[in-house]
């Protein structure tokens, strides 16, 4: 069974520049996480879809981040523009149901110049 | 104060002993408990859940959780050099929110 696939892997961009960020859950895992995690500290939860619906983006700064995940598969998360501080690691993970184990993708890097 | 702590090391375990991670949470009604292992560059990787008081074995690994306290701790017998990594400690608030502390980056010692 495929894991939880995210792409690209890494990115660089310089700020005030937009990005995007895919993820593909596990096949049947209706709930979806994004995490943002910081060098030297843990994830931090920054919306999380139960099938197509966000219930919880209540860490999502919306002034430029914005996600979806339109047909309750896979989602995108987007920053717009990119600021210096954005730079982290940008972690996906699915699970089937709130109350089940959480599988983390191997993130993305974004490094903002 | 922050709502999940630990101490983020390092740890330096000589290889054979046993490695004690430990974690404290504020939220007095957390009902389930986690303990991650991150290595360098990879992703979190689920290693141990407790949800009752007490003691959970599985393998080298056992988890002892404390509510009364608001202590969770992870013991690892018999460490090997393959257990260096960072150990998150993972707290679920309510019936959703998994918050994580900081982690504690362990190194063992061949």
């Known amino acids: 069974e495929a894991g939880v696939v995210q792409s690209p892997r890494y990115k660089i961009i310089e700020k005030k520049q937009p990005v995007a960020f895919w993820c593909n859950p596990i096949s049947g895992h209706n709930t979806l996480y994004w995490y943002l995690q910081n060098l030297g500290q843990g994830p931090e939860l920054l919306i999380r879809?139960?099938?197509?619906?966000?219930?919880?983006d209540s860490q999502l700064p919306k002034d430029r981040f914005s996600a979806e995940r339109l047909k309750g598969v896979d989602s995108t998360l987007k920053i717009q523009p990119a600021e210096l501080g954005d730079s982290a690691v940008y972690l996906c993970a699915s699970s089937l149901g709130l109350n089940n184990e959480q599988f983390f993708g191997p993130g993305t890097r974004l490094t903002v110049l | 104060q922050k709502e999940v702590e630990q101490n983020s090391g390092p740890l330096s375990v000589p290889e054979g002993a046993i490695a004690s991670l430990n974690c404290t949470y504020s939220d007095r009604g957390s009902q389930s408990f986690f303990w991650y292992r991150q290595y360098s560059g990879k992703s979190p990787e689920l290693i141990m859940s407790?949800?009752?008081?007490g003691d959970k074995e599985d393998g080298r690994f056992t988890a002892q959780l404390n509510k009364a306290s608001q202590y969770v701790s992870l013991l690892i017998r018999d460490s090997q050099p393959s257990d260096s990594a960072t150990y998150l400690c993972?707290?679920?608030?309510?019936?959703?929110?998994?918050?994580f502390g900081q982690g504690t980056r362990l190194t063992i010692n061949p």
């Open positions: 407790i949800y009752s008081n």
């Open positions: 993972a707290v679920k608030q309510g019936a959703q929110k998994l918050v």
């Open positions: 879809y139960e099938n197509e619906e966000a219930v919880d």
